[in-house]
């Protein structure tokens, strides 16, 4: 499977993004998708995780700000941001994540910059 990402850009603080993740074949079967990001010195950061039946998972650093969510119709997985901050600055990418244990990947985008001023 191929899986796009888009939707990042510039946005102030306080603003709001959606990121789209495309998949070139059906989600519907796949473990859990997830949300990571990755910002310049800092390590990896899963933000959220959606799984085959729907349930969700997010980091602290995002909980009540961003919402997973997937249509399985097509073949696509969201992230809503809100509120954001400059410390959500960070590339974003999705992933296939094989045991749905948030270091399981084995398919993943190219990623989409995020970039939050203050």
């Known amino acids: 499977v191929q899986l796009q990402a888009s939707g990042g850009g510039l946005v102030q603080a306080g603003g709001s993004l959606r990121l789209t993740c495309a998949a070139t074949?059906?989600?519907?079967?796949?473990?859990?998708m997830d949300w990571y990001r990755q910002a310049p010195g800092k390590q990896r950061e899963v933000v959220a995780s959606?799984?085959?039946?729907?349930?969700?998972t997010y980091a602290d650093s995002v909980k009540g700000r961003f919402t997973i969510s997937k249509d399985n119709a097509k073949n696509t997985v969201y992230l809503q941001m809100n509120s954001l901050k400059s410390e959500d600055t960070a590339v974003y990418y999705c992933?296939?994540?094989?045991?749905?244990?948030?270091?399981?990947?084995?398919?993943w985008g190219q990623g989409t910059q995020v970039t939050v001023s203050s």
């Open positions: 992933a296939k994540d094989y045991w749905g244990t948030w270091t399981s990947y084995d398919y």
């Open positions: 074949r059906s989600i519907n079967r796949f473990k859990a």
């Open positions: 959606v799984t085959s039946d729907g349930a969700t």
